[in-house]
């Protein structure tokens, strides 16, 4: 299904790759409108595209929080994304066994920051063959990735991707330290920057997590002047009625003129 990362020639053109999507799939309409958008955008601009939506959300502030539409609901709605499009396709995962049943159904397993520590995770992920996506934790040094990558490595798997998405600076705020990207990037892996989970303010006293979405391009700019593989970022067409990370998601209107100064960047590092 992903040939190119196999290659990792996929962003030749554009100088990175994009993962680009909601939070989460919302309903039976709303992933393949996204996806159709930023499948034709990122065609014309030559940049490689992988979808993302979260099947469900097991990382909620409260109880009566979105959850999802229902796991094999949401399962078989990206699978049919990536069929139609023929485009590679990235949920997250929670426990072990959900890495066995999502496999069947996407191209890559995406780790979640806060779980990129456990170990039966990370083995699971890779004993199913699909590339992997270890999101550093907020509380983790770059350097300590690399046993991250190796839990998934010596587990037989050399299909390994990386993503920088902040670091806690207090109890309600994050801050890139740009240089974990080309520290992460000794891996030998692909490094990928999370702009909008970078931007969220988290631990909000309604228990709804905030952002700060005007600071996108600032941080994206950023990241392609480091030398990014990739970038990663959640959008929708109305995030004022997102039902989930709304507060920090890039407006799916402004996503072309975003990623057209981001690839003439990319072309005079």
Do not use: W
């Not at 539409?69 to 709605?77: P, T, Y």
């Amino acid at each position: 299904m992903i040939p190119q990362i196999d290659r990792l020639k996929m962003y030749d053109k554009a100088g990175f790759f994009l993962i680009a999507g909601p939070c989460v799939i919302e309903d039976e309409q709303m992933p393949f409108e996204i996806a159709r958008r930023i499948a034709d955008i990122s065609r014309r601009l030559e940049i490689p595209f992988i979808f993302k939506a979260s099947y469900r959300k097991a990382n909620r502030s409260r109880l009566d929080s979105f959850t999802g539409i229902g796991d094999r609901k949401g399962l078989e709605i990206l699978a049919a994304v990536g069929e139609e499009l023929d485009i590679p396709v990235l949920t997250d995962i929670h426990s072990a066994e959900e890495a066995k049943i999502a496999a069947d159904y996407v191209d890559i397993l995406q780790i979640p920051a806060f779980l990129c520590r456990q170990t039966d995770i990370l083995v699971a992920a890779a004993q199913t063959g699909k590339f992997v996506n270890i999101k550093k934790g907020q509380f983790l040094s770059a350097a300590s990735m690399r046993y991250a990558v190796d839990k998934v490595v010596e587990s037989g798997n050399p299909r390994v991707l990386l993503t920088e998405r902040g670091n806690m600076f207090g109890y309600g705020d994050l801050v890139v330290d740009f240089r974990n990207i080309p520290a992460m990037q000794k891996t030998g892996k692909p490094v990928i920057l999370d702009i909008t989970h970078s931007l969220q303010k988290p631990n909000r006293s309604g228990g709804i997590t905030g952002g700060e979405p005007e600071m996108i391009e600032t941080i994206a700019r950023a990241g392609i002047a480091v030398g990014v593989d990739g970038i990663f970022l959640e959008t929708h067409s109305n995030p004022a009625i997102a039902k989930s990370d709304g507060a920090n998601m890039l407006a799916l209107h402004l996503l072309e003129d975003l990623l057209g100064k981001l690839k003439a960047l990319a072309a005079i590092q």
